[in-house]
């Protein structure tokens, strides 16, 4: 109700709405989800590992009660594996308990659904598709999210950043109106770039506009912001102010990348691994070449293919989580498909949690060309939102510019109103210079070691 009233309402009035809202601390916005987190975090931030593995076993052991007593799902598995959640000790109990994956929950989504929560409570949400398939899951309404912006703009302010204060350049998947190279978001203090339109002429366009508004803060994808810093690395067109940080997640980072963008955008590139489910979280660590795994966001296992927890660093594990902020679906023992080492500890790094190396992301950066031949990276096209959710598998296929394949492996229930759905929400994020075609297959390619492929290139 209160949206479509604000839908009808002239953009000036939008804009002054937008403004005021910007203004009220989240705390405020937000409620006391967001304030208790970001006191708890600033006290976590001096504990030692004991204190850190004594709140972890505490918080633990409240999930799994709640997830035994509440879910048709998690006290069938509990009790075949013979584990009772009032015998919880400490983290190594966790073994104990059958791991589950993303097909886990798609078969068993409704009985791993918490009766202690009714549906007003609950907000659907669902996973990038990265697998070829979504992941359907539902959080906690007024919790949930409002924990996680406290963990992020927490993980922010340490290089400066002041959550509902500070101005950000955003460069990810965001659709502007046709022609637009930015737009400003009021509500978000936010500056809003294209991603899918990085051409010389549009990033010298670019570029001229940000040196106008010398906004300090950047949050971006990898991929997007490789090819905003070749440009600047290849014409000298560059930024005549000093950034602060520049904020990346949701791809991998490749050897050699980091150094490009923080040489075109003279700061510090911070990238932080996290997922869609929300149950693992690991940021930059400011000194050293490594991740920090955040202990207050969820407990995090390393498996082996046996398996077997992996306690040595250098060995790579699947990253395997329980997530511990969302009581309307638990996440336990949620093996993400993304996959880490641990690194050892070293004098210049004083973080008292456990550290990561060598993430290693479902998001590689893909790329789709253009009939123009810019580029348009597949973690920007990503989608949150129901219009798979008659689709059992899709990839897309390409081996010429500016033309591009949807495979598809249908669902039950898939119509002729899927594909235009489909259509609809892609080409608004493809642009006028790739055009899409489907195909409906059995089955999607895969690598040869049986991996699946967001896009298949052949150019």
Known sequence: MLREIYDSLPPLLQRGIDE????????????????????????????????????????????????????????????????????????????????????????????????????????RMTTGGTTGRQLVFYAQKRFTMAREKAFFDYLWSKVGYIAGTSEKVVLRNNVLPKGALWQYNHRDKSLILDPYHLTDDNCARIMEKLNEVQIPFFHVYPSSALMLADYINRTGNCLRYKPKAVFASSENLYMGQREIVETAFGCPMLLHYGHSEMCCVASWCLEENHYHLEEIYGYTELLDAAQKVITEPGQMGEITATGLNNYVLPLIRYRTADYAAYAEHNAKCHYSGRVLQDVEGRWLQEMLVTSKGNKISMTAINFHSDIFDRVKFYQFYQDTPGKVTMRIVKNDGYTQMDETAIRHALEGKLGEFLDLEFSYVDAVEQTRNGKYRYIISKI
Do not use: C
């Open 20 to 123: 005021v809202w910007s203004s009220i601390p989240p705390s405020i916005k937000l409620g006391t989800a967001y304030s208790d987190m970001r006191k708890l975090l600033s006290a976590s931030d001096s504990w030692t590992q004991d204190q850190i593995h004594a709140w972890q076993n505490v918080a633990i052991k409240k999930l799994l009660q709640h997830a035994y007593s509440t879910t048709v799902f998690y006290r069938r598995i509990f009790d075949d594996a013979g584990f009772n959640p009032e015998s919880f000790r400490d983290v190594s109990d966790l073994q104990r308990i059958p791991s589950i994956t993303k097909q886990t929950v798609q078969e068993n989504l409704q009985d791993m659904l918490s009766d202690a929560f009714s549906s007003k409570q609950q907000i």
